[in-house]
């Protein structure tokens, strides 16, 4: 079965300080990898992907860096905000001929506390 | 502005009990998929449909029908409600062959 391990399952970072979560996938044949971010009561929402072509992507406070040999990538939210508490999953994407598929993370509860 | 609907936030069934989970997009989406959500394990996928009246087995499909009569709407059944399947469940949509998937906010499902 295709995996994706994500570490750490919790995470607690004081305001201003860097947020890092850290994925691992085995199948090399994925292509397409995108974090979500789910706040509580509500479904999890694209934040921000990568392909395997680069080896990192910046959206504002939000970026990815990708390690296609060590077949790695993380999540790095900078100057984190109280509002970024959220559960956030990483995932991993391969075609399967009739759509597309997604293989989650366990997913991480990220805390920043004011 | 809601696209992906999930008609019921909470639902308390007891053991054998039959369950319908509805999920409704109106974003004229192809896929349509169900994830059931667990602490710990994340997002598993339990079944997807890329056309009306087709259907693929995801990781975790057993104890679970679905059905996709229309294009908008994609039902998750479970037969036969059993405590283990106690979850969030997440129904999702997107455009044929396409990477981002767009969640409804989820149904949590307690068997008794």
């Known amino acids: 079965q295709q995996q994706v391990k994500q570490s750490p399952q919790s995470l607690i970072v004081q305001k201003g300080g860097i947020s890092i979560i850290n994925c691992a996938y085995e199948n090399t044949a994925f292509d397409y990898f995108p974090w979500y971010q789910q706040f509580p009561g509500k479904g999890p929402a694209l934040l921000i992907a990568?392909?395997?072509?680069?080896s990192e992507k910046k959206e504002g406070r939000f970026t990815i860096s990708f390690n296609k040999s060590a077949k790695q990538f993380s999540l790095h939210i900078m100057d984190s905000q109280p509002g970024d508490s959220a559960t956030y999953f990483c995932a991993a994407s391969i075609s399967s001929g009739s759509a597309r598929q997604l293989t989650f993370g366990s997913g991480t509860q990220l805390t920043v506390l004011p | 502005d809601v696209k992906v609907t999930q008609s019921s936030r909470y639902l308390v069934k007891r053991t054998g009990e039959k369950v319908f989970l509805e999920c409704v997009q109106d974003m004229d989406h192809e896929n349509m998929f169900w994830y059931r959500q667990d602490p710990g394990l994340g997002l598993r996928l339990i079944y997807f449909?890329?056309?009306?009246?087709?259907?693929e087995k995801g990781d975790i499909p057993e104890g679970y029908s679905v059905s996709r009569e229309k294009k908008e709407r994609f039902s998750l059944i479970l037969e036969s409600a059993s405590t283990n399947q106690t979850s969030m469940y997440l129904c999702a949509s997107s455009l044929a062959s396409a990477n981002v998937l767009t969640f409804g906010a989820g149904s949590r499902l307690t068997v008794l």
């Open positions: 990568i392909r395997p072509d680069v």
């Open positions: 449909s890329y056309d009306v009246k087709m259907k």
